[in-house]
């Protein structure tokens, strides 16, 4: 135990910090063993990227992991929490080579492959744990030991064993269809790479002339006029009887020399525009999916690079946003323009450089992922998998229903290569788990792998197992794999849960985690999200730096419900940081008074104080249990709060006061010590997984018995020392208390002035209430207590007050100074008199009523209804006091 004046007088976050995440490393308390036959827990955390920077999602996500991992290691569960990080490919790609023009001027392909892949390598190395070392400074306890990178040997080889047996299964194949294409990025993307929003923008009404119909035209609409030269027909609703006679014929497409011809089809929306749709097949998906079905010609009017191509005739070689100033300018001066009007319309964008997305025929890599979806389905929807909350298990199953066939493949070099090889002699196409140099057919030494890489998901859906050794049978697989929950946003339910279902129920056969727990984002105190270009981002480095980690730790987990969104409040953060305050200053004075302490020294009866802040120490502990359970890790830390604040603090330590300052008593003495030491003990416990610096630093310095608080074990609620008797007792006396408080400061009595009481009190609480009266003396400041009956008669001229069982009575003469109090209230009636005579001026001004809006004019009735009032109760109090 501490030496008091190892205590400060004001806690310090930063070396506190320091010191304890130093001493639980070099114990290495975060490393987990296989140990056969003990109960396993485990999470694999959600890598982060190695161009990360820690922001208030890692501060919020990982929290709740170490508050999970926190209880769990105290509850003598064999505890691992499986850190590392992503190589992030495509964005990772883009940054590097961002650093490259901005120092040298030169693109990857300046570089060449080999050299811009070092280049990565090599920034990778600088950079990639800076985002584990601002998460050590959180306080998380991953066992780093164990630390993995989806682009390690291990990983890789996962990614490899998977890749090759899905394409021995004919579930990967190579496919020419069409994507979304960042011309940004260079690359194909997934769909769900793809955010859209509603973008502000327009809908020109365009007249296409009718061939066979001299004089007639067919006016579509369309939200994209630069496409048009890509036109392979006009398409209506075989429904619509607006164009039932023109179906068959054709069209002279504007602006060009081309004759298109008019179609139906069932998809067209006949509400939408006028009915007429041009479909470009090359640059939509509905229109690629319609050119087919109709086997229409499809024509590239825009590059893999948003320049227009050759098709595309005399706009050739200029931007989309030049092509569509240009296209438009010539319908119009051609007649065909009819009108533009105002649309605002969902526009897909990448999610990486946030660019508008093309969507473009390409050949790309895809998974087939109707025959593996199943699986994963069905272990959600049977419960082996569980969503928490469980109205996420909707978004999961709803999505998966309607799933595509997944774009693997991204022109990317930083990744893991597609590990196929093509012969230049015979054509062979061969995927293999190790590289290959010779044709596995024919022999020749003619080959060349894949150009392109994989998209990032396809590694991280692997991660629950890849990070185990699979695919090798490992101790560690077998001991700690299915994980025991995955702890995420809600905004990645599709990118990363889905695919680690789908592939740890094809290649485990068997779940990857029991649960998903699932929170929401961090936003601004406007509710808006934190972003770099709003501005309203904070930094979690900054608020621990001011703040301490378990301030930052303790405001995200509160005051949130698992699957809602939190707003940062800086008002929240002091909050918190007061209760650390709180808690320091607590323990503080426990610890100055702890002197002599004698574990096994003689102890008096407990005292009513002892009995229930005891047993509410085991109801408290129970509840907190409860609801970790129940993954209400918000409620559990209200829980905490509540019991060391507003009883631990505000009650029993000033209850305990008298004879922790009593030396003459040694028994009552060391009866005090005894509690509050055990109480502390057991809360500090209790918010380890919260707060884990300052609870092991107070830890440490209170009668304890484990080496760490972090290994220490979890309080668990003792029933015989749950007595409900007591906490009935003690709260009646609690809520007279507060009643005398509340009549003192009614008719401000000054703190120091002590006031005869009168308590009329039932019959079961009357001997308890007479017995403890000291607790009343002490606390509600009485010279004289007198505890009669309930029935008895009711005391005159006294403030009175009603709490469960007893009514509470203060008498008014001694308590106050009428004089005092008539000078206060006469001047407090000035000034509402003042007030009253400016508000009723403006009622009584016709001009005002005349002018001020509606609003206005109720607001200063009401202000002046409030003021009469006021006055009303003023005046009614100065008359009591003259009977006084």
Request: with cysteine; charged share 25%.
């Amino acid at each position: 135990m501490c030496e008091e004046h190892n205590i400060p007088k004001v806690y310090d976050p930063a070396s506190v910090e320091k010191k304890w995440y130093k001493f639980w490393e070099e114990h290495r308390y975060f490393h987990a063993e296989v140990e056969e036959g003990k109960e396993a827990f485990s999470i694999v955390i959600p890598p982060p990227n190695i161009t990360g920077q820690l922001h208030m999602g890692h501060a919020l996500d990982n929290t709740l992991q170490d508050i999970l991992i926190r209880w769990h290691r105290m509850m003598g569960h064999n505890t691992l929490w499986m850190p590392g990080y992503d190589h992030a490919g495509l964005a990772t790609q883009i940054k590097v080579e961002e650093v490259i023009k901005k120092e040298e001027g030169k693109t990857r392909y300046d570089l060449g492959r080999e050299e811009f892949l070092k280049r990565v390598w090599e920034w990778k190395e600088q950079y990639g744990d800076r985002i584990i070392n601002q998460l050590k400074h959180l306080g998380v306890s991953c066992d780093w030991e164990r630390k993995r990178f989806t682009m390690d040997e291990g990983c890789s080889k996962a990614v490899r064993e998977v890749f090759c047996t899905l394409f021995e299964k004919g579930l990967i194949y190579k496919g020419t269809r069409i994507t979304n294409w960042c011309v940004n990025c260079n690359t194909a993307l997934s769909d769900i790479e793809v955010e859209h929003k509603d973008d502000p923008g327009h809908l020109w009404y365009i007249n296409y002339p009718v061939v066979e119909e001299e004089g007639r035209s067919l006016m579509i609409a369309t939200t994209r006029p630069e496409t048009l030269p890509g036109d392979t027909a006009v398409a209506v609703n075989p429904e619509d009887p607006r164009y039932g006679d023109l179906v068959g014929k054709t069209l002279r497409l504007p602006t060009t020399d081309r004759i298109i011809p008019i179609i139906a089809d069932s998809y067209v929306d006949t509400k939408f525009g006028t009915g007429a749709v041009k479909i470009t097949p090359s640059h939509d998906p509905n229109d690629y999916e319609m050119g087919i079905r109709h086997n229409l010609p499809s024509i590239v009017v825009i590059g893999m690079d948003g320049i227009m191509t050759k098709e595309a005739g005399k706009y050739e070689g200029m931007t989309r946003e030049e092509c569509r100033k240009a296209i438009v300018a010539d319908l119009k001066a051609d007649g065909y323009l009819v009108k533009v009007e105002e649309h605002s319309h969902a526009v897909g964008h990448c999610q990486r450089c946030g660019h508008a997305v093309e969507s473009q025929v390409s050949t790309q890599w895809f998974v087939k992922m109707e025959p593996l979806v199943k699986a994963a389905v069905d272990c959600v929807e049977d419960g082996r998998t569980q969503f928490v909350p469980e109205r996420f298990t909707k978004t999961y199953t709803g999505w998966m229903d309607n799933i595509r066939d997944w774009c693997i493949s991204r022109q990317i070099w930083w990744g893991h290569r597609i590990p196929v090889w093509y012969c230049d002699d015979c054509g062979e196409m061969s995927a293999s788990r190790t590289d290959l140099t010779v044709c596995p057919k024919c022999g020749s030494a003619h080959i060349h792998q894949d150009e392109d890489a994989l998209d990032t998901w396809f590694s991280s859906a692997l991660w629950p197992f890849s990070t185990m050794g699979w695919p090798n049978k490992t101790p560690l697989l077998k001991q700690f794999y299915p994980t025991s929950v995955l702890v995420t946003g809600y905004d990645i339910i599709f990118f990363w849960v889905a695919r680690m279902l789908i592939m740890g129920m094809e290649f485990m056969h068997e779940i990857p985690f029991d649960k998903v727990f699932i929170h929401g984002l961090v936003r601004d105190s406007q509710g808006r999200k934190m972003s770099k270009s709003l501005g309203n981002g904070i930094d979690p480095l900054e608020v621990i730096d001011q703040y301490g980690a378990d301030t930052l730790r303790f405001m995200l987990i509160t005051g949130n419900t698992p699957g809602n969104d939190m707003r940062f409040y800086w008002e929240r953060v002091e909050a918190t940081r007061n209760f650390a305050n709180k808690i320091w200053n607590a323990s503080r004075f426990a610890l100055m008074n702890m002197e002599g302490y004698d574990a096994n020294a003689k102890l008096a009866p407990y005292t009513l104080a002892d009995k229930w802040i005891l047993s509410r120490l085991q109801h408290t502990a129970k509840s907190v249990t409860e609801m970790l359970e129940k993954f209400e890790l918000g409620e559990a830390g209200r829980m905490i709060y509540d019991f060391i604040w507003g009883e631990v603090c505000d009650w029993y330590i000033e209850l305990a006061k008298p004879r922790l300052y009593n030396k003459e008593n040694a028994e009552e003495r060391a009866t005090a010590q005894h509690v509050l030491a055990t109480v502390l003990t057991s809360a500090m416990q209790l918010l380890h997984p919260y707060m884990p610096f300052i609870t092991e630093e107070i830890y440490q310095c209170l009668p304890h018995e484990a080496e760490s608080i972090m290994i220490s074990k979890w309080p668990e609620a003792d029933e015989a020392l749950m007595d409900d008797e007591a906490e009935r007792l003690m709260g009646a006396i609690m809520e007279s208390i507060k009643a005398i408080r509340n009549m003192r400061a009614e008719v401000n009595v000054p703190p120091g002035k002590k006031v005869p009481a009168t308590m009329l009190a039932a019959a079961d609480l009357k001997d308890g209430i007479e017995a403890n009266a000291d607790y009343i003396h002490l606390m509600g400041a009485i010279s004289e207590l007198t505890v009669l009956a309930d029935n008895a008669a009711k005391p005159e001229n006294a403030m009175a007050a009603v709490v469960a069982g007893i009514e509470v009575y203060l008498p008014l003469a001694g308590l106050i100074d009428v004089e005092k109090e008539n000078a206060r209230l006469n001047k407090e009636l000035a000034a509402i008199d003042k007030e009253l005579s400016r508000v009723e001026g403006k009622l009584g001004n016709a001009g005002f009523l005349a002018k001020a809006p509606e609003a206005v004019i109720e607001k200063e009735k009401a202000k002046a209804e409030e003021l009469n009032g006021k006055k009303a109760a003023i005046n009614e109090r100065l008359e009591y006091l003259k009977t006084l």
